[in-house]
């Protein structure tokens, strides 16, 4: 369905005439239909159904005149008579050619000729062929004055194929007759039929027209939300400063121009109201501003004092970490030297306990020699006791061998003896370098926690020279910072003279600004003025609502 609400009123009167113009049209098509209609109707009676009744009417009465002029020369005695009823005769029989050729062509013009029109014609022509000769015979009796051949003809021949004519004609004619009735019937109903389209696309067409202005009408009072004149009466007092004129609107009204103006009106009031409080603020502000830039500019005067003696007593300090980061260096520095001398000694301990092991493992292996030695002693010995023993046997003859068995028994003895005393030397000096290993194992263990503390005592060092260095550029940074501060604090001196100069132009900026909206009069303001004051909302027209 068409949405008029959002349609322009423009495109709503627009479309309003629109149907009012269509169905004008359609209203004065019908009736030049209606016209052509029945013009074609009336034209086709009179000029095709009326005529041709009337040429059937015309040749019937010429037939009948015929017949009257026969029964003339009939009764006719002198021969002018006779030649005057022929010569008319005559005249008779061209008059009904030209009807019979006249109907003739209409019949086969008329696209609309019924075969019984047809049928009747042919039949009434067929008649007239059967009865001219006939007829011809009686004048051509009466022109020789034979009256009682003609008498004899008419009544024993003419009369009949006389009467078929006649007949044929006069039911034509019948014909012709009903069928303008019936065309001047069809034309009638037709007539009727069309006044009643008429007049019921004149009913449409004012129902329409009302239709379409009451929906355009409700629409627009609708959008409106009530009538132009109180719109404008809003305005007008909107225009005047008056805030005051309130509307009484519908409830379910959300969307029309008095609801948007009443809203504007609302919205109007209360930026008004918040201007006027803003305003109030700001003079009440302003004060309060260049009451406090005096006192600021006192302390700003007291901190610069304060910010001048802070940056002497942080130059004193800077001296003070600068010497503390020389002597950090200078720490540093000879433990550097301690860390090189403690890792030489390191090195020369390591040394002495390779050494001691060395030693160790030169023992171990004397010791080893020395049991092979003692080993070889012992064997010896077993090997002399057993040569003596054999000797003893041999008697005189193993005497040298015995003599030298023994002397070989007793150096075997002495080897063992030797090696006894060997071995206990060498484990005892085993005991003294395994003392001496344990002694110099510790010395490097020692030595390695020296050296390990030497190290970290460098990496103190080199943190507290770092540290005095990062105190030193930041307590240079902090100096470039007060100086910075001292700087800026004498510029937040000026601009707080500046900012006095300001407050004291807002001030009287905020007063200019209650002055220009002191000509808008809102409820607030009024009532503040009237306490007991009251206002009446303007009542509007009620829109039309589906």
Not at 51 to 77: C, E, G, H, W
Not at 97 to 111: G, H, I, K, V, Y
Not at 413 to 426: D, F, H, P, V, Y
Request: glycine share 6%; net charge negative.
């Amino acid at each position: 369905m068409m949405n008029l609400a959002a349609m322009k009123v423009r495109s709503r009167l627009a479309i309003g005439f629109l149907l009012l113009i269509l169905a004008l049209l359609v209203l004065g098509g019908l009736s030049l239909y209606a016209v052509r209609t029945l013009d074609k109707s009336m034209s086709d009676i009179v000029n095709v159904n009326n005529q041709q009744l009337k040429l059937a009417l015309q040749m019937r009465d010429l037939v009948q005149s015929r017949a009257i002029v026969v029964r003339n020369i009939v009764l006719q005695t002198d021969a002018q008579a006779v030649a005057n009823e022929i010569t008319r005769s005559q005249d008779m029989a061209k008059h009904y050619r030209e009807a019979s050729e006249r109907l003739a062509r209409m019949f086969a013009e008329d696209a609309g000729t019924l075969p019984a029109e047809t049928d009747l014609f042919a039949a009434a022509r067929r008649a007239e062929e059967q009865a001219t000769p006939i007829y011809l015979r009686a004048l051509e009796a009466g022109r020789q004055n034979n009256t009682q051949e003609a008498a004899r003809i008419l009544r024993e021949e003419l009369r009949a194929k006389q009467d078929a004519w006649l007949d044929q004609l006069m039911a034509l004619a019948n014909l012709e007759t009903k069928l303008s009735d019936e065309s001047a019937g069809q034309a009638a109903q037709t007539s009727a039929r069309l006044r009643n389209a008429i007049v019921v696309i004149m009913a449409v067409a004012v129902l329409a027209g009302v239709l379409s202005a009451w929906l355009i009408t409700r629409s627009i009072l609708r959008q409106l939300g009530g009538e132009p004149a109180d719109a404008q009466k809003l305005a007008g007092a909107i225009a005047s400063g008056d805030l005051t004129t309130a509307l009484t609107l519908d409830g379910r009204d959300r969307s029309s121009l008095m609801y948007s103006l009443e809203t504007m009106r609302m919205q109007l009031a209360s930026t008004v109201g918040t201007i006027v409080s803003a305003a109030e603020s700001i003079s009440t502000a302003s004060a309060q501003i260049a009451e406090g830039n005096a006192d600021l500019s006192q302390r700003t005067e007291e901190q610069a004092a304060s910010l001048e003696e802070t940056a002497a007593s942080i130059e004193e300090m800077t001296s003070t970490v600068r010497m503390n980061q020389d002597n950090a260096a200078s720490g540093s520095s000879l433990a550097v030297d301690c860390s090189q001398l403690t890792g030489e000694a390191g090195r020369v301990v390591g040394q002495v306990v390779d050494a001691i092991g060395a030693i160790s493992t030169d023992a171990e292996r004397v010791g080893e020699i020395v049991s092979v030695i003692d080993s070889i002693a012992f064997q010896t010995n077993i090997l002399a006791l057993n040569a003596a023993v054999e000797a003893a046997r041999a008697g005189e003859q193993g005497r040298g061998f015995a003599v030298v068995a023994t002397e070989v028994r007793a150096l075997a003895q002495r080897s063992a003896t030797a090696a006894k005393e060997i071995k206990g030397l060498i484990e005892n000096s085993k005991r003294a370098v395994q003392g001496g290993e344990a002694l110099a194992a510790t010395a490097g263990e020692q030595m390695q926690k020296v050296l390990d503390a030497v190290a970290r005592l460098k990496e103190v060092t080199v943190e507290i020279a770092s540290a005095s260095a990062e105190q030193t550029s930041g307590i240079e940074q902090v100096n470039v910072a007060v100086s910075q501060m001292d700087t800026m604090t004498q510029q937040n001196a000026a601009l707080v003279e500046e900012s006095a100069a300001a407050a004291g132009a807002m001030a009287t900026q905020a007063k200019e600004l209650l002055q220009a909206v002191a000509r808008f009069k809102t409820e607030r303001r009024t009532a503040a003025a009237h306490p007991g004051a009251r206002y009446e909302p303007l009542a509007l027209a009620a829109p039309a609502h589906a």
